[in-house]
């Protein structure tokens, strides 16, 4: 934008519009300018001004035309068609863009140079330090994870922490950033603070040293008393209702509120949180917890809903608060649960009760953890049958509110993958271990300072190899679909992996599941500093991503002789239809397991308090116009329909199996 001096019929006009300037001549103004729109307004430092041309809708109809009212600016510049009015102290150090309405605010600064939030440390996961993890504009949640969890490898943090320290030096300054279409009403002090576009502010009470990541495909709202010191909040996130946030970093599309209180948390993608308090967490993409005395400290998890009253304990008083646990993806706690760290929850478990024996569950996913007599019970692989496990899985995807067409984390919402099947093939041999160490008739068996019942040891075997059945042949049936075999050869052709990539362990890295040898390539990388930008980490995190179906055939293939007893390289159509009929049975067996799940929820005992005056007849009409009934509910069509369209895959490849010449 092009600027001149003002003239001296511009500069009598704003004296007798009772503005003032330290000196006149170091006040600019754009081409277009005129000073009808200038009222009470006083100037220090170097400011320029655009052209007050236009006005702004408020809510309710009012009208008001760009220009300055009652406000002092020290080094500002104004873009165009801004309306900047009843600042209580000043505006100084920062360049406002265009259509930015600001008004009743008690004042905006920048003091010395900023970096706005980039290269705070987190005390994360260790109240105590040692986990510390630097925010910047570009932290993803993998990476978080790295810096956070890698510790054995110092070089590699040490790298990771340059590269953080490099991007927030590079993007400090002593001029602050308030994006175009930005609206800032109601608010106290904002003090060294970088605004996005399209962001709106609105009764924030105090916002110090941090980065509001806001653009037009996905707005960041601040609402009514909202605190924040040392923070980053990314794209697409709102935070209202009184939170208060110190140290922290907000992923994208995250919804904080209802007085919500954190410090030193991380908080990635689609998070939500209210209510409850939050100290030193890893929250992975999707955790959510919604209820009063909630309180999560020094744990990690993602995909996770904490029940009401859930709580946790980080302090033994002995050393200090320095234990840490982690609840793996997908798992709950159910209302009033406790866990004392250290412990290690498996992917998609329910932890009920009062927990204290420090277990790990890691290699027994989809468990039940249930406290009897301050005793841990463990109900392996119970959770495949639950209802509820796969509403969630189905929900993920759909509830994903990132707007942003730069997504900082690459989610994975796959239920089964090589992450939890291979804990799938641990724990599967952990209880036929157990079974054989202790007898077959054993009452209990005793894992992990928890116990396993005997009738739940069985049904986990059978539900572990169930779900494996279910993954393998979902595997197989993809990589030969729509394809017309002539021989074997053909199909032993097709199944052999594209890729070497995949075989071996595989990670979930908050959120992206990958080959660990992928992850520990791009460390390499890093610690030799052939990987030496933000971004080139992040891209790397989005091409494992878009690979994870072509890695997982890779791992699939290797497990078939494992599972199944035959060589892939020695495959026939007679093992392929073999496998796809155990498919069969392992899908249709879920499926009606989910079905039968799904119908206690309209019991007659489910009924209770329903038809709160009448007969019970009037209880079954009245729950019936609440929650519909069981054979119309959405959910359980999906399963009857899953089941069916299932049953006509497994059978076309069968049949196209049949017609191969042996």
């Known amino acids: 934008m092009n600027y001149r001096n003002l003239t001296q019929e511009e500069i009598g006009r704003l004296e007798r519009q009772h503005c003032l300037a330290d000196d006149w001549k170091r006040v600019k103004v754009a081409d277009g300018f005129t000073a009808e729109y200038v009222h009470h307004t006083r100037f220090s430092g170097d400011v320029c001004l655009g052209v007050f041309q236009g006005g702004v809708t408020l809510p309710g109809g009012i009208k008001k035309h760009s220009g300055l009212r009652h406000v002092t600016l020290h080094n500002v510049s104004v873009g165009n068609d801004c309306c900047i009015e009843n600042i209580q102290n000043y505006i100084a150090n920062y360049e406002i863009g265009d259509h930015t309405f600001i008004e009743n605010v008690d004042r905006i600064l920048v003091e010395g140079v900023s970096k706005f939030g980039n290269g705070v440390e987190v005390s994360v996961l260790n109240e105590t330090g040692g986990r510390e993890v630097p925010i910047h504009d570009k932290l993803s949640a993998h990476m978080a994870y790295i810096m956070a969890l890698y510790r054995h490898r110092p070089v590699l943090t040490a790298r990771l922490k340059e590269l953080a320290d490099f991007y927030a030096g590079k993007h400090a300054s002593d001029r602050g950033a308030i994006g ?114 909630t309180l999560l400290i020094a744990g990690m998890f993602s995909f996770m809903n904490a029940g009401s009253g859930s709580n946790q304990s980080n302090h033994m008083y002995k050393l200090g608060p320095i234990h840490q646990g982690i609840l793996e993806r997908g798992s709950k706690t159910a209302s009033d649960s406790y866990i004392l760290w250290p412990a290690k929850v498996g992917a998609f478990s329910l932890v009920m009760g009062r927990h204290v024996n420090h277990a790990d569950t890691s290699n027994l996913p989809f468990s039940y953890l249930i406290e009897q007599q301050n005793t841990t019970y463990l109900a392996p692989a119970v959770n495949l049958r639950s209802v509820g496990t796969i509403r969630d899985a189905q929900k993920w995807p759909k509830r994903d509110g990132r707007t942003d067409p730069h997504k900082l984390d690459y989610i994975n919402y796959n239920l089964l993958s090589p992450y939890t099947v291979q804990k799938m093939f641990r724990g599967r041999e952990i209880l036929l271990n157990l079974r054989r160490a202790s007898g077959e008739l054993s009452d209990t068996y005793a894992y992990q300072s928890a116990k396993i019942q005997n009738a739940a040891l069985v049904k986990g075997i059978r539900l572990y190899e169930t779900a494996i059945h279910k993954f393998l042949g979902n595997s197989v049936i993809k990589r030969l679909e729509e394809i017309p075999f002539r021989s074997n050869e053909e199909i032993r052709d097709r199944l052999r992996p594209d890729t070497s990539t995949g ?45 994870y179906y072509t890695y997982e055939w890779t791992w699939a293939y290797e497990r078939l002789e494992e599972f199944y007893g035959v060589r892939p390289e020695d495959m026939t159509a007679l093992d392929v239809i073999r496998i796809v009929q155990q498919w069969k049975e392992a899908v249709v067996g879920l499926d009606r397991m989910l079905y039968e799940d799904a119908r206690k929820e309209f019991s007659l005992a489910s009924m209770t308090g329903f038809g709160a005056d009448g007969s019970r007849l009037e209880k079954e009409q009245d729950f019936e116009q609440v929650r519909g009934d069981f054979e119309s509910n959405p959910f359980v069509t999906a399963v009857l329909k899953h089941i069916e369209v299932k049953t006509a895959l497994g059978d076309e490849l069968i049949g196209r199996m049949q017609q191969v010449d042996a």
């Not at 660990?516 to 030799?528: A, Y």
Request: net charge negative; with cysteine; hydrophobic share 35%.
């Open 180 to 293: 175009r279409h930005v609206t800032i009403l109601n608010a106290g002090s904002i003090k060294d603070v970088r605004i996005g576009d399209y962001c709106r502010i609105s009764g924030a009470g105090r916002l110090y040293n941090g980065s509001i990541n806001s653009n037009r495909e996905a707005p960041v709202h601040i609402g009514q008393g909202v605190v924040c010191e040392d923070f980053i909040i990314s794209s697409g996130s709102h935070v209202d209702d009184g939170v208060v946030l110190t140290r922290c970093f907000v992923g994208q599309a995250c919804r904080l509120g209802h007085n919500y209180s954190a410090s030193d948390s991380l908080f990635f993608s689609n998070c939500q949180g209210e209510n409850g308090e939050a100290c030193a967490i890893f929250a992975g993409p999707f955790t959510v917890t919604h209820h009063k005395s």
């Open 503 to 547: 075989s071996g362990e595989w990670v979930d890295i908050a959120g992206l599941i990958a080959p660990k040898t992928e992850i520990d390539r791009l460390m390499e990388g890093i610690e030799q500093g052939t990987i030496c930008r933000l971004q080139d980490i992040n891209d790397a995190f989005g091409r494992m991503h878009s690979h």
